[in-house]
């Protein structure tokens, strides 16, 4: 079974900075795709950022703010973000694709979310 876990969201003031984690455990293994999303109340799921063989990509509502990274070691994707916006408070999920010992082909693995709230 694997799992994905996303951490760090919280109450962060316009113009703060704020960290997610998403762990990856479980039989996975051979990952090449990871991303993070965002829903707010009444808002369809968005793609934030992406990150794919070390290159990483970004919406046009959090260029030049947000930063994706990953540790393969640690099985660890990061959000970094700064100069947070009101605009910016959702609920942020973890994507995860890849291989395992669960599937014959790949698949797409997915947390449960992180508060993110910016507000003063």
């Known amino acids: 079974q694997v799992q994905v876990v996303e951490s760090g969201g919280g109450l962060v003031q316009p113009g703060g900075s704020l960290r997610l984690s998403c762990k990856t455990s479980?039989?996975?293994?051979?990952?090449?795709?990871r991303s993070w999303y965002r829903q707010a109340p009444g808002n369809q799921r968005e793609l934030v950022a992406s990150i794919a063989r070390g290159i990483s990509t970004y919406s046009d509502s959090v260029k030049g703010r947000f930063t994706i990274s990953e540790d393969s070691a640690m099985n660890t994707a990061y959000l970094q973000m700064s100069e947070l916006k009101p605009e910016d408070t959702a609920v942020y999920y973890c994507?995860?694709?890849?291989?395992?010992?669960?599937?014959?082909?790949?698949?797409?693995?997915w947390g449960q979310g992180t508060q993110v709230t910016v507000s003063s």
């Open positions: 994507s995860v694709e890849g291989y395992s010992d669960d599937a014959f082909g790949p698949s797409t693995y």
């Open positions: 479980g039989s996975i293994f051979s990952i090449y795709f």
